[in-house]
């Protein structure tokens, strides 16, 4: 049994998080052009703004409604961590697509799963904490805690 460990570990695919990881840090490694940094950035970000961008402006609307709620405040600031952790993996996800797209003779950059960086980027414990942090110290400072 102890011998076919390691065929069965090759035989099981990593989960996405785990991928996406690995993938996002081979990622980081690679070089390229400063032009190609900038603009796959801006436009990823913009693209993953674009796409929350109709749901935030909803619930910017019930906040105003339930603003003096705070039960409806605290959920509401859950629904917008959860918001900006989508346009993370989102901007993430379309920023690997278009440094693909500018470079598709780098057979190592083609190989990289996008599909797998949105799930960890969007699941990043890292930046999950700090954006936590953030909408806590500010949402404390907006009910007058």
């Known amino acids: 049994m102890e011998n076919n460990k390691p065929q069965l570990e090759k035989a099981v695919p990593d989960g996405l998080w785990k ?15 400063k032009s190609t940094n900038i603009k796959s950035f ?3 970000f913009l693209i993953g703004i674009i796409i929350v961008l109709p749901l935030a402006l909803v619930m910017y609307q019930i906040l105003n409604v339930f603003k003096y709620n705070a039960n409806i405040f605290r959920l509401f600031l859950v629904i917008v961590w959860v918001l900006i952790m989508l346009v993370n993996g989102i ?12 470079n598709p003779d780098m057979a190592n ?23 936590l942090l953030l909408l806590a110290f500010f949402g404390l400072k907006f009910l007058g805690g």
């Open 109 to 131: 950059l083609q190989e990289i799963d996008d599909t797998a960086i949105f799930v960890y980027q969007f699941l990043n414990p890292g930046f999950a904490i700090f954006v």
């Open 91 to 102: 901007s993430n996800f379309f920023t690997i697509r278009i440094v693909k797209s500018y």
């Open 19 to 33: 991928k996406g990881k690995k993938d996002f840090k081979k990622f980081t490694k690679m070089r390229f052009r």
């Open 42 to 44: 801006i436009f990823g």
